[in-house]
């Protein structure tokens, strides 16, 4: 005599969903990190402060924020920016006020020296004006302007 009680239909049902799941979840997880997380490298530069924004993935590479007339103890940190973390926490100068990389690269927000910079996949933000990604772009924000400057 054999069984077919509902035991054997319960597992079944069980081991499916779970092979659904795995790769449900492996393809999301894919989906979410397949950019790789922004890295920004706080500098100066012949002793003026910048920031050097990079996201490989998306060809964004050596875009230069430089902030004249400021000063900060001499630093060269590249960070990354993964995993998320509780904001505002302090930069080496200025401190991140936003920060989402539920799907990477995410949006970072910057309050540096008065400027809010913002870091999208499709645009660079200063001061809620909108800025195409250029690599190699040098950008000089002064507390009179902003003057892009390639």
Sequence with gaps: MQSTGPVKHF?????IALVVYVI????????RTRNGPWE????????VPA????EPQLNITNVII???GQSTPLTNLTMRFDPPQPVPFNLPFGQCIFMDTTF??????????GHEIQLLPR?????????????????TLSNAAKT???
């Design 11 to 15: 597992v079944f049902a069980f081991v």
């Design 24 to 31: 449900s979840y492996s393809a999301i997880e894919h989906r």
């Design 40 to 47: 920004v490298t706080f500098t100066n530069r012949a002793g």
């Design 51 to 54: 920031l050097v924004i990079n």
């Design 66 to 68: 430089a902030f004249p």
């Design 104 to 113: 990477q690269p995410g949006t970072l927000v910057f309050a540096e020296f």
């Design 123 to 139: 645009v660079l933000t200063l001061d809620k004006e909108d800025y195409a990604w250029q690599s190699g772009a040098v950008i």
């Design 148 to 150: 892009p400057v390639q």
